[in-house]
């Protein structure tokens, strides 16, 4: 069964940096879409990051447009998210997602059939 393997999470002050990795476990298997959604404790989860692993156009939530970059690396089979100039209130569990086919609606949950276990990320401020 493909899995998602996180990492990269941790703690850090505001406006510092952290890189989150995300592989996918079978190098054979390739997901069209790859992204990442966060939850802070009692939020709703909500999309963050995913990108189109064919072309590599890129999308993103609007309170991290200028701060995150996604990327990829397909040899890899891994996506990334560098996240900058961090806030207080970017703190939360970040989950990798993944789809072997179009997610639409992006950031729709249901639209994700492969999520990655979480990681812990924390801005102090």
């Known amino acids: 069964q493909v899995q998602l393997v996180e990492s990269g999470g941790g703690s850090v002050q505001a406006g510092e940096s952290l890189r989150l990795s995300c592989a996918v476990s079978?190098?054979?298997?390739?997901?069209?879409?790859m992204g990442w959604f966060r939850q802070a404790p009692g939020r709703e989860r909500e999309g963050v990051a995913a990108?189109?692993?064919?072309?590599?156009?890129?999308y993103y939530t609007d309170s991290v447009k200028g701060r995150f970059t996604i990327s990829q690396d397909n040899a890899r089979n891994t996506a990334y998210l560098h996240m900058n100039a961090l806030k207080s209130e970017d703190t939360a569990v970040y989950y990798c997602?993944?789809?072997?086919?179009?997610?639409?609606?992006?950031?729709?949950?249901?639209?994700?059939?492969?999520w990655g276990q979480g990681t812990q990320v924390t801005v102090s401020s």
């Open positions: 990108i189109w692993t064919g072309g590599g156009n890129t």
């Open positions: 997602v993944a789809n072997p086919r179009p997610a639409v609606p992006l950031w729709d949950v249901g639209s994700w059939p492969l």
């Open positions: 079978e190098r054979t298997s390739r997901m069209v879409y």
